[in-house]
């Protein structure tokens, strides 16, 4: 959603756009903790306690978002090596649970995951055996 605020000023017109987030990143939620403690009643500051909870809420928040920048990348890596698999033979199990061996053709990405379109139809990286020469 983004909100328009036109102000004037000496006879000409500025337009600022703001967007407003949904959800609050790591340094929102640092901006909110600083803002509280400068704001906070001299006469009954934070505890301790809740102080501690508030930066392990913050800690937690961090390493969350590391998590999902490494899944990012792991993604990425993923991608990159599937596109060397083209031209290649790999191994795999079908449906009823025999080896077989196809060429790949193609690499394909749909919702986060790797397909390969090989010479007998299509086959997810994970399910990948092997790779031969």
Do not use: C, W
């Not at 328009?4 to 929102?28: F, Q, Y």
């Not at 490494?70 to 083209?86: E, T």
């Not at 990405?109 to 007998?120: D, H, S």
């Amino acid at each position: 959603m983004v909100t328009s605020v036109s102000a004037a000023s000496s006879g000409t017109s500025t337009e600022t756009t703001r967007e407003i987030k949904k959800e609050l990143g790591k340094d929102d939620f640092l901006k909110l903790l600083i803002t509280q403690m400068t704001h906070q009643d001299p006469l009954e500051p934070l505890t301790n306690e809740e102080f501690i909870a508030q930066m392990a809420q913050f800690s937690s928040l961090e390493q969350m978002t590391n998590i999902s920048s490494g899944i990012d990348n792991l993604q990425q890596f993923q991608m990159i090596g599937a596109v060397g698999l083209i031209g290649k033979d790999v191994v795999s199990y079908d449906e009823t649970g025999v080896e077989k061996a196809a060429t790949v053709k193609a690499v394909h990405f749909e919702e986060g995951k790797v397909v390969l379109e090989t010479t007998e139809g299509f086959l997810l990286l994970e399910q990948v055996l092997s790779v031969l020469g």
